[in-house]
Nanobody
Framework: QVQLVESGGGLVQPGGSLRLSCAVS????????MAWYRQAQGKQRELVASITSGGSTNYADSVKGRFTISRDNAKNTVYLQMNSLKFEDMAVYYCRTQIGALAYWGKGTLVTVSS
């Protein structure tokens, strides 16, 4: 059973920064592609950023230049550094991976952007 546990969410003012972490309980983490999604209240879940096992990254247009996804294979952890946060970034952020035909999700961490 693969488990993903997100952390690092919280309350931040517009323009502020947060770093989210996702710890993955899987010995073969280094070969897994990873992604961060988010779901704002009343909206569909959307892809925020992804990173391949080789380190290639992809970002939603709405976060390009502000968010950075990275991974530490020694710690089985993927990160999302979020800078210049905006009101519209407020959402529950989820970590996801897919192994074969199965998708695994964390329970999410809430990011609140408020002045």
């Amino acid at each position: 059973q693969v488990q993903l546990v997100e952390s690092g969410g919280g309350l931040v003012q517009p323009g502020g920064s947060l770093r989210l972490s996702c710890a993955v309980s899987r010995s073969k983490f280094s070969i897994d592609d990873m992604a961060w999604y988010r779901q704002a209240q009343g909206k569909q879940r959307e892809l925020v950023a992804s990173i391949t096992s080789g380190g290639s990254t992809n970002y939603a247009d709405s976060v390009k230049g502000r968010f950075t996804i990275s991974r530490d294979n020694a710690k089985n952890t993927v990160y999302l550094q979020m800078n210049s946060l905006k009101f519209e970034d407020m959402a529950v952020y989820y970590c996801r991976t897919q192994i074969g035909a199965l998708a695994y999700w964390g329970k999410g961490t809430l990011v609140t952007v408020s002045s």
